[in-house]
């Protein structure tokens, strides 16, 4: 069976969702002045850590349920993020809608579930996160990191392939008017979280959010404790 959706919905709102922070530009009611670039300088500042011990299995399995509403993860982000989300068998398993449009391009995007254009983006990536303080997280927070909303945006996929885990020193969108919802949405997971920036990642997102001084700082998100009944190695 399929169930279609059009964008109103009740899939995703302009405060959840990645879209809606680039639309807002975060000149809403509810933004304050300067929130995002203020909470840079709230970010410990230390070099990269190596790299060694990182695998994506020691953040869970992919696209775990942690907030138990019965769908995973990547769904539950693509039921968000895309419009004309159309189902199969039940409100879960999303097989076809539109990025309209993609964050990282400003282009429509389709995706079609097997022949999909579109990926999940961790917008802080999970071998960033392992060198810059993960890494000697508890299991349960690493899997919270994975799956969190806050930190996740559906993209389209050749620009994510070619972001790898870039940080904010080496990797934009190369749709300018998303670079400030873009940036702010790092700060603030790598605020939730604890994370660290190195000096030329603090130094860049100041560049990024001094030409928007009113980018909010998103918020909301999920725990930084996945259920107990999650693992990881």
Same mark, same amino acid.
């Given at each position: ?10 899939? @995703? ?20 002045? *300067? ?5 840079? &300088? ?13 695998? #994506? =299995? +020691?953040?869970?399995? $992919?696209?775990? &349920? ?7 993860? #990547?769904?539950?982000?693509?039921? +968000?993020?895309?419009?004309?989300? +159309?189902? #199969? ?7 076809? *809608? ?36 993960? *890494? ?5 927070? +690493?899997?919270?990191?994975? %799956? &969190?909303?806050? %930190? ?6 050749? $620009? %994510?392939?070619? @972001? ?9 969108? =190369? %749709?300018?008017?998303? #670079? ?13 979280? *604890? ?7 603090? &130094? ?18 999920? $725990? ?7 693992? =990881?190695?």
């Amino acid at each position: 069976m399929l169930v279609l959706l059009g964008g109103a919905a009740g899939c @995703k709102s302009d405060t959840d969702s990645g879209k809606g922070d680039a639309a807002s530009g975060g000149t809403g009611s509810a933004a304050k002045a *300067g929130a995002a670039l203020a909470a840079v &300088d709230s970010l410990a500042v230390k070099g990269r850590a190596p790299k060694t011990g990182y695998d #994506r =299995a +020691r953040f869970g399995s $992919p696209w775990a &349920d942690t907030d138990s509403n019965g769908c995973g993860t #990547r769904d539950d982000i693509l039921k +968000r993020d895309l419009d004309g989300v +159309r189902f #199969r068998g039940g409100d879960c398993t999303v097989v076809s *809608g539109r990025l309209a449009p993609d964050p990282y391009t400003g282009k429509d995007v389709t995706f079609t579930r097997g022949r999909s254009r579109v990926d999940i983006d961790h917008v802080v990536a999970l071998s960033d996160a392992w060198q810059k303080g993960a *890494g000697k997280w508890s299991p349960s927070k +690493r899997i919270a990191l994975a %799956n &969190d909303p806050l %930190n996740l945006l559906a993209v389209d996929a050749g $620009p %994510n392939r070619g @972001k790898g885990d870039g940080d904010t020193a080496t990797w934009l969108p =190369a %749709n300018k008017p998303y #670079r400030c919802a873009y940036v702010a949405r790092q700060v603030a997971v790598k605020k939730k979280y *604890g994370l660290w920036v190195t000096g030329a990642e603090r &130094d860049a997102m100041r560049r990024v959010l001094s030409r928007c001084p009113q980018e909010k700082l998103p918020g909301g998100g999920s $725990p930084t404790e996945a259920p107990g009944r999650f693992r =990881a190695r």
